[in-house]
């Protein structure tokens, strides 16, 4: 861990760094930090916070195991496939799990010293997971700190109370995983269709993410799900080949139509405009 994070993680009471870990005291566990500079899909400038998806206990090799934070487990959904069956991968979302279900002050306190000494300006709450109870008001804390940083997440939760309020913040959106009267926010191309349509025949804001035509995409240069209620994704990493679909080029020309959205640099002043 670099010296001045380690500094700042080191201020908070009880804490301490172990290699790139730390350690709590009174707890023989340790924990890694609550956020990670981006992946292969996301891009690397993009920071997120992962919990465990799905509903349902997940179980290890070794028995250890821990109840998923998602409200459901929804069939086909790719946070529950993928390099998310991996072991490794699977025990350091449980160890961010139970940092924030036992350690919620912790959590965030370290949220804001990683924000503070890696100078992150993009925070995507969720790459995997759902908000626990409390969490969504530990997150509003964090993006009214520090308004410059730009952030967004995706949830089956309902929009009321307090992740109704952090989705008031001007520097963040919450994307609405449920589309009413359709289901889900992804699924194989003629479901997309028939959704989009819907939506703008609702006049809803809404947005199909370019990464089912283009594997190049990733979020740092697309400003779609900071922006949008309703952003939609054809199902990946489950097995369907999109690019086999016979309306393939329907969606290939729907998503190449959709108005660009604009660059990080010029979101502050777009951010909000859709509510
Ligand atoms: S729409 Fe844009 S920001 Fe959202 S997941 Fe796709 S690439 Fe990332």
């Not at 981006?38 to 997120?48: L, R």
């Not at 998310?84 to 940092?99: G, S």
């Not at 009267?181 to 028939?194: A, S």
Request: proline residues 4%.
């Amino acid at each position: 861990m670099k010296k001045s994070l380690k500094e700042k993680v080191e201020k908070i009471a009880g804490v301490q760094v172990i290699g790139n870990m730390i350690a709590i005291d009174g707890d023989s566990e340790l924990y890694p930090l609550p956020l990670v500079d981006g992946n292969a899909k996301i891009g690397k400038g993009v920071w997120h916070a992962s919990t465990l998806p799905g509903a349902g206990v997940i179980t290890l090799k070794n028995g250890d195991s821990e109840r998923g934070t998602c409200p459901v487990t929804c069939p086909g959904c790719y946070a529950m496939t993928g390099n998310y069956c991996f072991d490794a991968i699977r025990a350091i979302l449980m160890k961010r799990t139970r940092l924030l279900k036992k350690y919620p002050h912790i959590y965030f306190l370290l949220v804001a010293a990683q924000i503070e000494s890696e100078n992150v300006k993009l925070l995507r709450v969720h790459a995997s997971g759902d908000f626990l109870p409390g969490e969504a008001s530990g997150w509003y804390e964090i993006f009214k700190a520090f308004p410059h940083v730009i952030g967004w997440t995706y949830t089956k939760c309902e929009i009321k109370g307090e992740i109704k309020k952090l989705d008031s913040l001007n520097n963040f959106n919450i994307v609405k995983s449920i589309v009413p009267g359709c289901g889900f926010n992804y699924g194989h191309i003629d479901y997309i269709l028939k959704t989009y349509e819907k939506l703008t025949s609702r006049g809803e804001s809404v947005y199909v993410c370019r990464c089912g035509i283009d594997k190049n995409q990733h979020c740092k240069n697309c400003t779609g799900c900071a922006l949008n209620k309703y952003v939609l994704f054809i199902e990946h990493s489950t097995g369907y080949n999109a690019a086999a679909d016979p309306l393939y080029n329907e969606i290939y020309d729907l998503i190449e139509s959709q108005e660009k959205p604009g660059t990080f640099e010029t979101l502050p002043a777009m951010v909000g405009a859709y509510v």
